[in-house]
C-alpha cells in the first residue's frame, strides 16, 4: 500500500491528499549505505592516522627522488634526468622491491579489512543492515568505499609525491624527468590500488577474522605465492603457471620497465603484459569480492 502524505492548509485542516509510491528513487538506499560507510571510516582515528602517515611519506618520497639521478651526463648539473621506470617505482613506492607497494600495507587493512570485520567483532552488524535498508547494499557500499577511499588517498599521494619530487629536482638543479611516460604505469598502479581494499574485503568476509586476513595479505605476496607457483609448475610441468598468480600479475601490471633484466624480472616474478596482468587481478578481485558475499550474505550476527 502507498504511503499518503497530506498537506494542510494554513488553518490546519487537510486541503487535498496526494500518493506518493512506496520505492524510493533508483541509488537513493546505495547513497544511505554509502554515506553511511563514509561516515563510519570518517569517525575512526585510525583513518586519519594512516591518511597522515602516507601524506608524510609521500613527501618524503618526493623530497628524495633527486638521489635517484646519480650518473654523470650532459644533462642540467652534469647529471641525467631520472630513468622513467626508476621515476614510476618511486612514485608507487617501490612495489617490486617490497612485493606489495608501500601504500597499499598503509591503506588496505583499514579500508578493506576494518569495515567488514569490526562490525561483527563489536556487535553492531544489525545496526548497520537496519541502517542501510539490507546486507547486499551494506557489504556492496563497504567494498565501494574501500575503493574509492584507496583511489582518492593513492591519487593525492601521487600528487604530492610529483610536486615534491619536482620541486626537489629544481632545487637540486637537476633536470626533469618524462613525468608523461610515467602515466600508464601510475594509472595501472591506482587501479591495483582501487581493487586492494575489495580484495581484502571479500577476504575478510571469507575467513571471518581481522588477523587472519592480514596475516594472509602479508605472507601471500612476499611468500606464499611463490612457492605455491614454484609447487604447481613441479607437480603439473606447466612453467608459466607463477605467471598467472594475483600478486604477481599486479606487480607485472604496475612496472615501468619496457624490457626487464633478469633480476627484476625475478622480482616481479611474471613475464605478463601489463594489460594482462591488471585483467588478472582484477579478475581475481572479482572473484574474491563474490566469494565473500556468499559468507557474508549467510553469516550470523551476535
Not at 606447466?238 to 612496472?255: C, E, H, I, K, V
Request: aromatic residues 8%; neutral net charge; charged residues 10%.
Amino acid at each position: 500500500m502507498n504511503p499518503v502524505f497530506e498537506e494542510t492548509s494554513q488553518l490546519g485542516t487537510p486541503s487535498h491528499e496526494r500518493a506518493v509510491p512506496a520505492l524510493p528513487l533508483a541509488g537513493t538506499a546505495l547513497k544511505r549505505a554509502l554515506y553511511f560507510e563514509f561516515m563510519r571510516l570518517k569517525a575512526l582515528r585510525s583513518t586519519w592516522a594512516v591518511l597522515a602517515a602516507l601524506a608524510v611519506l609521500s613527501l618524503l618520497n618526493g623530497a628524495l627522488l633527486p638521489m635517484e639521478a646519480t650518473e654523470p651526463g650532459s644533462g642540467a648539473g652534469g647529471q641525467l634526468p631520472v630513468q622513467v621506470a626508476q621515476l614510476v617505482d618511486s612514485l608507487q613506492f617501490n612495489p617490486i622491491g617490497m612485493q606489495l607497494p608501500l601504500s597499499a600495507w598503509l591503506l588496505v587493512f583499514v579500508l578493506g579489512t576494518g569495515p567488514h570485520t569490526s562490525e561483527f567483532s563489536h556487535g553492531t552488524a544489525r545496526t548497520a543492515w537496519l541502517t542501510v535498508g539490507s546486507r547486499k547494499l551494506s557489504y556492496a557500499a563497504k567494498l565501494m568505499t574501500g575503493a574509492v577511499g584507496a583511489l582518492t588517498a593513492s591519487t593525492a599521494a601521487l600528487a604530492l609525491s610529483a610536486a615534491a619530487g619536482s620541486t626537489s629536482l629544481v632545487l637540486a638543479g637537476q633536470p626533469q624527468p618524462d613525468w608523461w611516460a610515467a602515466g600508464g604505469p601510475l594509472l595501472r598502479y591506482l587501479i591495483v590500488m582501487a581493487c586492494l581494499p575489495v580484495l581484502a574485503g571479500g577476504l575478510a568476509a571469507c575467513v571471518r577474522g581481522r588477523v587472519l586476513t592480514v596475516v594472509a595479505l602479508t605472507l601471500w605476496p612476499l611468500l606464499v605465492e611463490r612457492v605455491f607457483g614454484l609447487t604447481v609448475e613441479r607437480v603439473l610441468g606447466t612453467g608459466d603457471f607463477s605467471d598467472w598468480l594475483p600478486f604477481a600479475a599486479a606487480r607485472a601490471a604496475m612496472t615501468g620497465t619496457q624490457n626487464p633484466d633478469g633480476f627484476t624480472e625475478v622480482l616481479i616474478g611474471s613475464s605478463l603484459t601489463p594489460a594482462t596482468g591488471l585483467a588478472v587481478f582484477c579478475g581475481f578481485t572479482f572473484l574474491v569480492a563474490c566469494c565473500g558475499w556468499q559468507v557474508y550474505r549467510r553469516r550470523e550476527s551476535p
